[in-house]
């Protein structure tokens, strides 16, 4: 299964897991084996961000002692929180980090939220899947997704005074929008030479909202599943599920 987008709205958050099969109405995991990921972008535009990763969190170890996953990747957003960038932060949410002394020593490198997010990785593959908030260029594979990484983990950690330069581009591996908008053909020729050197069949990323909703493109090697679920975008509830070569569109009321 996966979800995109979620950006601090904790009704869409509980929806979206409900709709993937992984809780149920008291936010217990009901997923068994169920491998679930979430392409990034947890904080930001809304208002309950702490509530949201709290929950993720509270899922993610209730799914790993049932014998399945709740995979959490870091997006651009996560790393511009990290970087105390806080312009998309709304006034509640900023307020609710107070009692822990206000949102910059939470989210600042080697503080507990930036340590929390150096857990996650910014790239997973996934049985035939590869995974990534805005998407795997060969300048990515080239420079080193493992390497990349561990920088971006050192950094967040505190161990590092910034992340990578290629991981902050404008096209870089949580940024770029190359495959999300309209790619050409030059463009899905890259993706295809990106998936044969990483051993994968598809890519799969958010960061961009999707006004037709989940969608494939390049022929299927992309499938692009930011739909805009939380408060802030107003987009349908849909998630992705992924069974062998069988891809299905979930949508909630469907």
Not at 17 to 23: K, Q, T, V
Not at 74 to 83: P, R
Not at 171 to 194: A, I, K, M
Request: with cysteine; hydrophobic share 45%; proline share 4%.
């Amino acid at each position: 299964m996966a979800i995109g987008d979620l950006h601090g709205d904790l009704s869409a958050t509980r929806r979206a897991l409900r709709l993937a099969g992984a809780i149920d109405g008291a936010d217990q995991w009901v997923g068994g084996k169920l491998v679930v990921v979430q392409t990034g972008d947890v904080v930001d535009r809304g208002n309950e961000d702490r509530a949201v990763l709290a929950l993720l969190l509270h899922v993610r170890e209730q799914a790993a002692r049932a014998g399945g996953e709740l995979l959490l990747l870091n997006g651009n957003h996560e790393l511009m929180n990290a970087a105390l960038d806080f312009r998309y932060v709304t006034t509640a949410s900023m307020a609710d980090f107070e009692p822990e002394g206000g949102r910059a020593p939470a989210f600042s490198p080697g503080g507990p939220y930036a340590r929390r997010f150096a857990e996650q990785p910014i790239a997973a593959r996934v049985g035939d899947s590869v995974f990534v908030h805005g998407g795997v260029l060969t300048k990515h594979v080239n420079y080193g997704l493992d390497r990349m990484n561990d920088e971006v983990r050192a950094w967040l950690r505190g161990e590092l005074p910034g992340p990578p330069d290629i991981m902050v581009a404008s096209d870089g591996l949580l940024w770029t929008r190359l495959y999300s908008s309209t790619p050409s053909v030059q463009d899905c020729e890259q993706l295809q030479n990106v998936l044969a050197s990483l051993g994968a069949v598809r890519m799969i990323v958010g960061h961009t909202v999707q006004a037709a909703g989940v969608n494939g493109a390049c022929e299927g090697r992309v499938w692009r599943i930011d739909v805009g679920l939380s408060a802030y975008y107003g987009g349908p509830m849909e998630v992705l599920e992924i069974k062998g070569d069988k891809l299905t569109v979930l949508r909630a009321g469907s």
